[in-house]
Structures are given as C-alpha cells and as structure tokens.
C-alpha cells in the first residue's frame, strides 16, 4: 500500500470536524491517538453481532468472541514477535502492566536491592517504583539526562551492580520525544543479571520493535496509542518471568481449581487475567495493529520524520522560541517561548483550533532539570500534514503577538 | 460600587468586542496592569490548587471591607484574576458571599468555568468566597 496521506485521512472521521470554529488540527498524539473507521467499525460489529463472554461458555456466540480475542492476541503476538502468544496478557493499558510487574516483584526484592529508572520517566513509571521500595526496602537509583534531554549512559554502567534487579526506561520519553537506547541498556542489565522492563507507551506508534531480538524481559504498551480503544493494552512477559511472577489479582479465568483448602492457579496467560477482560477492546486493538501494519511502519517513520524536521525548522524561526529535547527522537517538540507561559500559548491556539498539550506532561522531574512549569508539547502522527505544521506556526506566531 | 455595578460595567465593556481574539486581548491588557503584589507575599500557602499557571491570591481586611491581591505567572490566567479581583476586591465579605458569578458567562468567558478546566477560575472564585467566609465568621465571633 503507498502512502497517499488524503486517503489515510479519510480513515478518520474525527479528522473532518471543526474546534472553535476552525479545522481541527491535532497534534497532541502523544497522549491519545485518533482512532480509523476500521476500529470503530470493529467495536460496533462487536457489540452488534457476537458479544458474549469469553473462554467460559460453550454457546457458539461465546466461542467466536473468544476466538476473536484470542486471534488478536496472535495478532499482537506477531507484531511484536513475541515467541509465545500466552507471554502476551492484556491489560488495562501501561500503567496497569507496570503495576502488575512491580506487584509481582514485591515477593522477589529483599532490602538494600537496587532498582534503577531514569529520570525522563512518566509519573506512572515512578510512583509504583517507590512504592515497591517502600514495601520491599528497595533502593531506587536514577539515570540522569543531559541538556539534550539524552541518559548519559556512562552514569548508567556505574549505577549497575549485583545489587540491581530491574532496570525500568521509557524507549521513548513522552515529554521529549527522546529515543533512549534500549538495546545498550537491556544488554548492560543482563550482564549484571538484572531483568529490563521497556515501557513502549509512547514508541508502539512510532517503532515496531522486536521482543525476541530485544531480549527483553518485560514490555508494556497501550492500545490507544496505536489508534485503538482506550482501556486495553499488554504487557509482555519472557515465559520464565511469568512462571516467577505471582498472580497480580485474584478473581476468574486466573483460577484452574478452586476449593477452600487451596486453590490453583491457571497457566499463563491467563494466571494474570482475572475477571472479565476489555474483550471488545482486544479484539479492536488486534485490527489496529492490522491497519498500521497495512500502511507500514516503515513509511509512518518517513512521514513523521518529515513533519519533524519541517516543524522544527519552521518554529525555530519564531524569535525566542527554545525546543526542548534534541537529541535523536520522534516526532514530538517540547518548546516554550521566552517569557511566555505554555499555558498561555496552548490556550491561544486552542481557540484556533490546534490540539496541542501544556503543562508538565506527567514529568516533573524533566521540567525540574530544565527549571520551568512546563513546555507546550506538538507531537505528529503519521494521519498530520505539512500543511497543518504550518497551521500551527501561524497560531504559535499569532498567541506571541498577542500574549507579548 | 456593588458587586452588581461592577459585572454590569464589565458586562458593557466586553459586549464592545466582536470576537473572541478582541476578548483576550483585552483580557491579556487587564493582567498586565494588574497591580503588581509583594514577592514576599508569593508564597506556597497563598497557591491556588488546580491551576496549570500559578496564582498566588492574598486578602487582607481594611475598614470592614475585603482587599484582594494577587498574581499568577502565565498571563491569562492573570487577566482573569484582574476581572475577580476588580469584581470582589474591596467589598464586606456577606456581599462577596452573596454575589453570583453568571456574568463570567456574559463577558465570553464560560469556556473557563468547567471545573476541570486547568487555569482553576472556579478554584479562585471558591477561594475568594472562603477567604469571605472566615472574615465573616470571624467578625461574628
């Protein structure tokens, strides 16, 4: 399939409608993206058609709502190259993925551990590292950044030791669009015996990445970054990992037998799948990835990265404006206007129609490091336009005019 | 000038404007003149919660009457302070708990008052009216 962005665009309804009076232009991918009619199409045929719950009954609607669900565990299963498809459990989205590895790691942990972040961490991939330190007496290191918004890598190798058990890093920072080098970091932990968990939140709609090759212990994504639903997402798990780990929350389908003297637990996945899954939710992020597939990772990454480039040179133009983040990344612009507010910009805009992001974006530590209340953040999807980066500098250009 | 005297005249002011560009601007040069407040008064216990921008709101009472001061880093979020502070400030604290706040609506700026809008105009007015609330309280005890 070419890539004809016009086309592509067609696929989103969401796309065709105005906001204050102006063509909506949304660049604020980075915290949702949009979803294709095939998705939606998907959700509705659910619900229309063939819902029923899942791997418990022996009615045939039951049994096609399950093999649907299990299809698209295949489906991301592939996508991922995972080597099993049970070392794929669906989850609420990242968060509860990281929470799940973190619940499970809580028996494994003993004082004086070390878990070792980094510092261009989401909120979400702090927060359950502390409390797992509170609970276990582990000790939380963190990987420092450079003014590029890069980790320095040499400040890494000397945080790892044989008291390191897991290693937590974004593959790619939602504040910065920082592409962090995964491949260095997982290598370097595994020599030291310590597991990896690659968050893929904000680099599943960018890279396809290859768990297999990777050799990555653990790795979590959302499907509503990949133009699927909210509510579901996956955590992949190597199998011995999964065996180690305890069951996260108790409840059906994780059971194999239950009486009040002791129960048994079920295989993976279902082990860590109690309760009535976001069924419809897997089955369209199973055809999200198909429509991704269809259009290629590879030309998405060609047509993003011309959005970035042209969108950086053209905001660079605006006098006082400072982008934050410029190491090698994806196609996300932190910035912020000298003696403006981002809160003021990103109000501006809005009113022109322009979706953007303000604030800290769930990442203070970064803002710290920078020493300002946030940055006004445009991140691109392969659906946005030349035309719409254009857009955007206008309205950029006009709030300065405006607010100065 | 009552609180109602005031809306009404900030209702007339805002109704010259044709469009929302007009609006803010107007709004941006009401912030800017905004009398600027002590940094010593820029303190972490004078933070309005729930705003994405700053707001620091001080009140002090003078001859029976409430004197609102305040500031906030982005600048908006400061022009919508000069129209509260200009709407409450120097008034006794029953009519600050008395007056309602339907002219924000008028004046073009209801996109502002969802509560989970992040500039936090409804957190300033809740704040203003608590700040009321005390000195009432206090005068009566």
Redesign the interface.
């Known amino acids: 399939m070419s890539f004809d962005i016009q086309i592509i665009r067609k696929d989103f309804p969401i796309l065709s409608r105005k906001v204050?009076g102006y063509p909506l232009v949304y660049l604020d991918n980075a915290a949702t993206s949009q979803k294709p009619q095939q998705v939606i199409d998907a959700i509705v045929d659910y619900y229309s058609n063939y819902n029923a719950n899942i791997h418990r009954g022996v009615h045939s609607l039951s049994q096609e709502a399950t093999d649907a669900y299990e299809a698209a565990r295949h489906k991301i299963q592939n996508h991922f190259n995972a080597k099993e498809a049970f070392e794929i459990i669906f989850t609420a989205g990242t968060t509860h993925g990281i929470n799940l590895v973190a619940n499970g790691f809580a028996s494994l942990l003993n004082k004086g551990d070390e878990i070792i972040v980094s510092v261009l961490e989401h909120h979400s991939n702090i927060v359950p590292w502390q409390m797992l330190c509170e609970k276990t007496g582990a000790v939380l290191r963190v990987i420092p950044m450079n003014e590029e918004g890069e980790l320095l890598m040499d400040k890494y190798a000397k945080l790892l030791s044989d008291k390191t058990k897991l290693v937590f890093v974004n593959h790619i920072s939602n504040a910065l669009g920082t592409i962090n080098p995964i491949e260095e970091i997982i290598e370097k932990a595994h020599s030291v015996g310590a597991a990896v968990l690659i968050d893929g939140a904000q680099s599943c709609s960018h890279i396809k990445p290859n768990l297999q090759e990777l050799n990555v212990d653990f790795y979590v994504a959302s499907a509503h970054k990949m133009c699927g639903p909210t509510g579901v997402g996956i955590l992949y798990m190597k199998e011995e990992w999964g065996n180690k780990l305890p069951p996260y929350q108790g409840g059906g389908e994780m059971i194999a037998e239950v009486s009040f003297e002791k129960t048994t637990y079920a295989g993976l996945p279902h082990k860590f799948e109690a309760g009535t899954p976001n069924i419809c939710g897997g089955i369209a992020f199973g055809v999200a990835i198909d429509y991704l597939n269809a259009i290629g990772f590879e030309a998405i990454e060609t047509h993003e990265n011309e959005l970035l480039t042209y969108a950086t040179k053209k905001l660079l133009e605006i006098e006082g404006l400072k982008i934050y983040g410029t190491g090698q990344k994806t196609s996300v612009i932190s910035f912020n206007i000298e003696g403006?507010?981002p809160?003021?910009i990103g109000?501006?805009v809005d009113?022109l129609g322009i979706a953007v992001r303000?604030?800290h974006h769930c990442a203070q530590p970064i803002m710290d490091f920078y020493k300002i209340?946030?940055t006004v953040r445009a991140s691109f999807a392969f659906y946005n336009t030349l035309e719409e980066v254009d857009a955007l500098v206008e309205a950029v250009k006009k709030a300065k005019t405006?607010?100065s | 000038m009552t609180i109602e005297a005031i809306q009404e005249e900030l209702i007339d002011e805002f109704s010259m404007f044709d469009d929302w560009m007009q609006r803010y601007e107007y709004m941006i040069d009401l912030g800017k003149s905004l009398p600027l407040i002590d940094e010593e008064l820029k303190t972490d216990d004078k933070l309005i919660k729930g705003c994405q921008s700053k707001v620091w709101l001080n009140s002090e009472m003078k001859n029976d009457k409430i004197i609102f001061t305040a500031d906030s880093d982005a600048i908006i979020t400061k022009g919508i302070i000069a129209v509260l502070v200009r709407v409450f400030s120097n008034q006794e604290p029953q009519a600050i708990l008395d007056a309602d706040t339907d002219f924000i609506d008028e004046i073009g700026l209801k996109e502002h008052l969802s509560p989970t809008r992040a500039n936090g105009l409804v957190s300033m007015i809740k704040q203003m009216k608590m700040y009321a609330l005390a000195y009432q309280t206090q005068a009566n005890s």
Do not use: Q, S
Request: hydrophobic share 30%.
């Open positions: 204050n403006l507010h809160y003021d109000t501006i009113k303000t604030g209340p946030g405006m607010l």
